[in-house]
């Protein structure tokens, strides 16, 4: 691809300052509409080194307002980032709607420079290759523009703008080493950018080759591809709310007959596994209170000596606890982290999005919480959210929570691949067992805070949460990051399991 660059492109001073008004003007209204409209924008400008990305980020954003944009620029992993899973970095720095995020350097990196210093391994590429286009495609789907621009020059001109830079102390220290030794072995980076271009080239995150010998028709060229996404992006959302409109309009004419929601969708699902995974928990088991006592004790002091061995091994452990309502998440949690050093856990309760957190994709406020090395992130509540609650009250199109399984799926493989131990948690009761539950707690002065009116409203589609309940447990436990059922009606034998389970883990991984 890059070998049939017409590098030899040029555009005359007076056809740069008769195009450019135009285009800045066109930018600049664009982001104004964008932000009307909730779109955010992800602009990553990747090259040969002295190819003029930072040139050129500086003027595209001088046509943008700058509140209304962040530039990242993206360098040597930090040693936070080395602790975290590769991805980490780049999903905490996601735009919310309606703002830009530019990128000097992106996710990129890990395939092209540190791919060419060895310093990442054959073996990774093709997990890396996978997680780039998954991330990419699941901000997509969630309606970011993605610009993906590459900035291309030849060899002789790369090394005569280094020569040049190296003449002037000021700008000097912007030629490393590694620059020097990617012109001396261009051929070979060549390469390596010819493969990443041809496996992440999709419909949904193009990219761009920008001939960027000459610098006037590099900025119209890129100003073109800007501008080109953002409209396209503009239209289609437009076109979604005049259609959303039009039904809306249709539906009260006719008196909403016909019309079901996905909360009436979802209580008309047909559950198609041949037989429920659910209503095979055994809820009979049980430990007596000095069973509970004797196991506990052993168990609780195993995890204390195995917290401070993921510790100093740097394993991440992520824990995420679902479950029915008075299921008895809580008590599991706490008894497994009674005894663990409280400076290497985190429990993150999840409840309903904050505005912020509405402002971007819904797994960036579970990435935002995933451990670094060493220690483990418990999450009480978690992303299965989007397959359960979401999609039964509606608060999700189909299409939203249809596509969730593979994304959360492909999330959990990022934290697997990075080295941490995925597991999840379904804390299973019986519905008579809930209800006795909700009613000792109402009658229970220090537990009332525990009960809402929308926990008896839940047990109205007790059916409809068993269903998709069995779905995602059928659909996203993986090797990687499996699902455990605990038969809960005893919270005594609920308790062990867990940590039992836990326990478990990390010994198998600690053997490794």
């Known amino acids: 691809m890059l070998e049939k660059v017409d590098l030899s492109k040029k555009m005359s001073k007076e056809e740069y300052k008769e195009k450019m008004p135009a285009l800045e003007s066109r930018l600049g209204e664009l982001q104004r509409q964008c932000k009307s409209l909730g779109i955010p924008v992800m602009i990553v400008f990747e090259g040969f080194g002295a190819a003029g990305k930072g040139l050129q980020i500086g003027k595209l954003i ?9 530039v990242h620029a993206v360098k040597r992993e930090s040693e936070e980032e080395k602790m975290h899973p590769f991805m980490w970095r780049f999903w905490t720095k996601t735009p919310a709607k309606g703002r830009i995020a530019i990128f000097d350097g992106s996710w990129y990196r890990k395939v092209l420079i540190d791919r060419f210093e060895k310093n990442t391994k054959k073996a990774e590429l093709s997990d890396t290759y996978h997680s780039i286009c998954s991330f990419e495609k699941q901000l997509a789907e969630d309606g970011n523009v993605i610009v993906k621009l590459l900035l291309d020059i030849s060899k002789k001109e790369q090394k005569k703008r280094f020569k040049k830079l190296q003449k002037n102390k000021e700008t000097a220290w ?14 070979e980076y060549q390469s390596i950018m ?6 992440t080239d999709t419909d949904y995150a193009p990219w761009t080759v920008v001939e960027a010998m000459d610098k006037r028709y590099a900025t119209v060229k890129i100003y073109s591809a800007v501008i080109k996404a953002m409209a396209e992006q503009i239209e289609k959302v437009q076109q979604e709310k005049a259609k959303e409109q039009a039904v809306k309009a249709i539906q009260e004419k006719d008196g909403n007959e016909g019309i079901s929601t996905v909360a009436q969708e ?37 995890m204390e000596i195995l917290h401070g061995e993921l510790y100093r091994r740097r394993i991440p452990v992520v824990l995420g606890f679902e479950g029915w309502d008075a299921g008895g998440k809580g008590g599991a949690i706490k008894r497994l982290t009674e005894k663990m050093d409280s400076r290497g856990y985190v429990v993150n309760p999840t ?3 904050n505005d912020i957190e509405k402002a971007h994709h819904y797994l960036w406020r579970f990435w935002r919480a995933m451990p670094k090395d060493g220690h483990v992130a418990i999450f009480d509540r978690t992303w299965y959210g989007r397959v359960m609650v979401e999609r039964i009250e509606g608060f999700c199109t189909k299409q939203e929570w249809q596509r969730a399984y593979k994304e959360m799926n492909d999330m959990e493989k990022d934290l697997a691949d990075s080295g941490a131990i995925v597991m999840k948690f379904w804390m299973q009761i019986d519905k008579d067992e809930q209800e006795r539950r909700f009613k000792a707690r109402q009658e229970n002065p220090e537990k009332q805070w525990k009960i809402t009116d929308e926990d008896w409203r839940n047990r109205e ?5 068993e269903d998709a309940v069995n779905e995602m447990l059928l659909r996203t436990s993986t090797e990687y990051a499996p699902w455990v059922v605990v038969e809960g009606n005893c919270k005594y034998y609920a308790r062990v399991k867990v ?14």
């Open 62 to 70: 001088q046509s943008l307002d700058p509140r209304g944009f962040e």
């Open 174 to 187: 912007r030629v490393s080493e590694g620059d020097l030794e990617r012109n001396k072995h261009f051929e």
């Open 194 to 199: 010819e493969e990443m271009l041809q496996k």
């Open 266 to 302: 979802a209580a008309k699902y047909v559950n198609d596994l041949q037989e429920s995974i659910l209503s095979n928990a055994d809820l009979s088991l049980s430990y007596t209170k000095e069973e509970y006592k004797e196991k506990l004790k052993k168990l609780q002091k195993r």
């Open 351 to 353: 409840a309903s999005p």
């Open 461 to 465: 589609k007790w059916d409809q949460y």
């Open 499 to 512: 940590l039992e389970t836990v326990v478990d883990a990390i010994e198998k991984r600690l053997k490794e």
